[in-house]
């Protein structure tokens, strides 16, 4: 709608790990294959973080910093930034301030927002809130985990799957009918029992027993995810286009979270919409968890057009799940 303040991507840039583990180094791990690993979940290697002494912040202050040089941005223009992590640095203090820190934005402040893979979805349609009532113009908003830190590289039903990355855009005030126009985000905590890390929070603190039991890695029940991830992200994307009284014809562009390729595929189907225009990385990075949206926004941000429909969906622990709908702005 023109004249009315959207808050809207106006840059995006990624950071992942130069680090590759393939479907062939998980062979020599666990007992996997290539062709498993393939054709269940698209997914050929992922990026693993091993720098030394480096983590989540470091991940996202690569990303930031190549997102303000390509806008143009100063470091003491950021009025706030928001980090979509599972796997911040420290449990306290939080990611978004270590980052702020590390890029020197002096003046702004931050807070983390843990959904898992929907932590990017709710840090968006967060910080496009303080765009749009015109309390900040310049809000960053990162998406970004270091899975590796938290997998089991002897349990074949998770190794296989995620991945290290972080991914940032810049959100800024527009008038001309582009930016962040609809979302529907959703949650149902009673889904925690299905896509959990058991301990290291208040439930069950770190111990030695812990640590022997192994609940200090990603656990989940993939068949019941995978379910209601489908599920999640085919009625939020339905929710949307009823709101906005659009069709799927509407609709330039899907991008959805890299979970499995099968499940991207299979929302495609339910909306009948042409997969030549959902985006796709899985096979390169896997499930990077809050970094696969904009990820993914950034290696398409040269076949998108200003003005394109696009919707975001994502679905991750909790559970929860959602969807944005967005005009492109460049
Ligand atoms: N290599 C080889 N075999 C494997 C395997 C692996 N890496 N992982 C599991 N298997 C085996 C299982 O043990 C099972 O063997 P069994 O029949 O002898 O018991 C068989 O393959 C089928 O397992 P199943 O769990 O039914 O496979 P699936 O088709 O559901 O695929 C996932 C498993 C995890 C890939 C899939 O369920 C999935 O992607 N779920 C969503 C997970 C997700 O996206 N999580 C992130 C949060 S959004």
Redesign the pocket.
């Known amino acids: 709608m023109p004249n009315k303040i959207h808050a809207a991507i106006t840059g995006v840039h990624g950071w992942v790990p130069e680090d590759r583990l393939t479907n062939f180094d ?1 062979e020599k791990m ?4 290539d062709e ?2 393939t054709s ?2 698209g997914i050929r290697e992922r990026r693993i973080l091993k720098t030394p002494g480096w983590a989540t912040s470091d991940m996202c202050t690569e990303a930031v910093k190549g997102l303000l040089e390509k806008t143009g941005t100063k470091p003491g223009e950021i009025d706030m930034l928001i980090v979509g992590t599972i796997t911040g640095d420290m449990v306290f203090p939080d990611t978004a301030n270590t980052v702020c820190d590390k890029i020197g934005a002096k003046n702004a402040f931050g807070y983390d927002i843990n959904a ?2 929907s932590g990017f979805l709710y840090a968006l349609a967060t910080g496009a809130q303080f765009v749009q009532t015109e309390t900040y113009s310049k809000v960053v908003v990162v998406g970004a985990d270091m899975m590796s830190s938290i997998i089991d590289y002897t349990d ?7 991945g290290d990355g972080a991914a940032a855009v810049l959100l800024e005030p527009r008038k001309d009918g582009t930016g962040i126009t609809d979302f529907v985000l959703r949650g149902d905590g009673s889904g925690r029992e299905f ?1 959990h890390m058991k301990a290291g929070g208040s439930l069950h603190p770190p111990s030695a027993e812990t640590v022997a039991a192994r609940e200090h890695y ?1 656990w ?7 379910v209601h ?1 489908v599920r999640g992200m085919t009625s939020t994307v339905e929710s949307l286009l009823r709101r906005n009284k659009m069709t799927i014809e509407d609709v330039n562009w899907i991008v959805p ?1 890299q ?2 390729m ?2 991207i595929t299979s929302v495609a189907e339910h909306l009948e919409f042409p997969m030549e225009r959902v985006t796709i990385n899985i096979s390169k990075y896997g ?1 990077t ?1 809050a970094a696969t949206l904009p990820l993914c926004l950034w290696e398409y941000e040269d076949r998108f057009k200003k003005g394109d429909n696009i919707i975001l969906t ?4 909790g559970f929860t799940w959602g969807s944005i709908y967005l005009v492109w702005a460049y």
Do not use: E, M
Request: charged letters at 20%; a positive charge.
């Open positions: 998980l666990v007992d996997t294959n498993w690993i269940r979940t898992a893979c074949r039903n998770t190794c296989v799957i995620f896509l990603a989940q029940d993939g068949k019941r995810v995978f991830a979270h979970a499995n099968r499940i499930n968890t994502a679905f991750g622990g």
